[in-house]
């Protein structure tokens, strides 16, 4: 949806619209911006935690599948690792607000 979205504001009629605000000196022109700004962020924001969620969700599906608590347990320490590792990269890839 927030690339739906992404697009409907890239096209000529929205581009339009901005720039007949900024002729104007609307007072809307500053938000669209934002709203274009907040959405793009939204995007990348959401491209990459479906990256990392890529890497986990095989480790789940087998988890969810298997029938055998012996061999649920046997899943645990590698989804925990692959859990560690997901998180220790997506906090070297993420700046943090100050």
């Keep these: 949806m927030l690339q739906s979205i992404g ?3 890239e096209t000529p009629i929205a581009k339009d619209i901005i720039m007949n605000l900024e002729e104007a000196q609307s007072q809307y022109a ?18 990459s935690i479906l990256q990392f969620w890529e890497v986990m969700s095989p480790w789940f599906r ?18 925990i690792h692959t859990l560690m590792l997901v998180w220790q990269y997506s906090r070297c890839s993420v700046v943090l607000p100050s």
């Design 7 to 9: 697009h409907q504001l």
């Design 30 to 47: 500053q938000p669209f911006h934002r709203i274009r700004e907040d959405i793009t962020g939204a995007i990348d924001e959401t491209t």
């Design 62 to 79: 087998r988890f969810h599948d298997c029938d055998d608590p012996k061999q649920q347990l046997k899943l645990i320490p590698p989804i």
